[in-house]
Nanobody, 125 residues
Framework: VQLQASGGGLVQPGGSLRLSCAVSAPTFSNYAVAWFRQAPGKEREFVAASWRRVNKNYADSVKGRFTISRDNAKNTIYLQMNSLKPEDTAIYYC????????????????????WGQGTLVTVSS
């Protein structure tokens, strides 16, 4: 299983970006997918996840601003980021794993076995 993230860049506060992550995996629809991020000098943190076909979870810091989606026909996941803030600046990573998750594990990065290389998002004026 391989993941390739793209779409990062420099954006002004209040702006928008859409990240993409192409996933090469058999029966992609059987995988839970997620986005994590890591800011300079900080630990990796959960951003959003799509799992059990209909469930979506978001970190409190991005609720109402970010939207995770997936296109199973294209084996691709997306992260639409609106109303971006300087504190959203980070390297964003997509992750995937066969979907055996429960609510208590979906935000745990250690439970994901496959990771993309990361794409840098910088929010600055």
């Amino acid at each position: 299983v391989q993941l390739q993230a793209s779409g990062g860049g420099l954006v002004q506060p209040g702006g928008s970006l859409r990240l993409s992550c192409a996933v090469s995996a058999p029966t992609f629809s059987n995988y839970a997918v997620a986005w994590f991020r890591q800011a300079p000098g900080k630990e990796r943190e959960f951003v959003a996840a799509s799992w059990r076909r209909v469930n979506k979870n978001y970190a409190d810091s991005v609720k109402g601003r970010f939207t995770i989606s997936r296109d199973n026909a294209k084996n691709t996941i997306y992260l639409q980021m609106n109303s971006l803030k300087p504190e959203d600046t980070a390297i964003y990573y997509c992750a995937a794993n066969v979907d055996r998750f429960i609510m208590s594990t979906i935000m745990d990065g250690d439970k994901y076995g496959y990771w993309g290389q990361g794409t840098l998002v910088t929010v600055s004026s």
